[in-house]
């Protein structure tokens, strides 16, 4: 499995991004996906994560401001962030079923 991630960048507090983390190859065995961050001097953790059936768990961090979801034509999921803080300035990395990785996209909150 094979996960590409796209989106992030700079966004001012209360600003909005996207993120995207499209899948290839023998997607079938995963059963969840998920976005992780790790911030400057912190450890990494769990922001989001989505269950093949679409189930959804989010960090209490995060609730109510992103969204997970997922394109099962396009084997793509998203993270949508709105009311974004500074302190979810961090490496976003996408993952499929705990064993595979995308690679790391860089969001950055600050006016």
């Known amino acids: 499995v094979q996960l590409q991630a796209s989106g992030g960048g700079l966004a001012q507090p209360g600003g909005s991004l996207g993120l995207s983390c499209a899948a290839s190859g023998a997607t079938f065995i995963i059963n969840y996906f998920a976005w992780y961050r790790q911030a400057p001097g912190k450890q990494r953790e769990l922001v989001a994560r989505i269950s093949v059936g679409g189930t959804t768990n989010y960090a209490d961090s995060v609730k109510g401001r992103f969204t997970i979801s997922r394109d099962k034509a396009k084997n793509t999921v998203y993270l949508q962030m709105n009311s974004l803080k500074p302190e979810d300035t961090a490496v976003y990395s996408c993952?499929?079923?705990?064993?595979?990785w995308g690679q790391g996209t860089l969001v950055t909150v600050s006016s």
């Open positions: 993952n499929a079923g705990s064993d595979f």
